[in-house]
């Protein structure tokens, strides 16, 4: 078994700050790439961020300059640091992980999802 818990989400004014953590648990033998997605009501969700295990960064072009992800391989956690946030990055915010388990099997497993709003 293994699961996928967020938190640091909440409610910020335009301009500010927020940092979200994700940690893995459970059955793990190696975990690959991490990601953060999010989801806006009526629109799909997307990629904001993902990192290799060698962290390497990769940024969707909107969030370019402002986020920041990052990840902690003793931690199994990966965070995502998010500056000047603007309205538009109001959504669901999920993470990710490209996980293998201790029985060899390999998938991709996702946490329940943590809200950010951003007012203006």
């Known amino acids: 078994q293994v699961q996928l818990v967020e938190s640091g989400g909440g409610l910020v004014q335009a301009g500010g700050s927020l940092r979200l953590s994700c940690t893995a648990s459970g059955s793990i033998f190696r975990i690959f790439a991490m990601g953060w997605h999010r989801q806006a009501p009526g629109k799909q969700r997307e990629l904001v961020a993902s990192?290799?295990?060698?962290?390497?960064?990769n940024y969707v072009d909107s969030v370019k300059g402002r986020f920041t992800i990052s990840r902690d391989n003793a931690k199994n956690t990966v965070y995502l640091q998010m500056n000047s946030l603007k309205p538009e990055d109001t959504a669901v915010y999920y993470c990710?992980?490209?996980?293998?388990?201790?029985?060899?099997?390999?998938?991709?497993?996702w946490g329940q999802g943590t809200q950010v709003t951003v007012s203006s």
């Open positions: 990192i290799t295990n060698g962290g390497s960064p």
């Open positions: 990710n992980a490209d996980i293998l388990r201790t029985s060899l099997s390999r998938n991709d497993y």
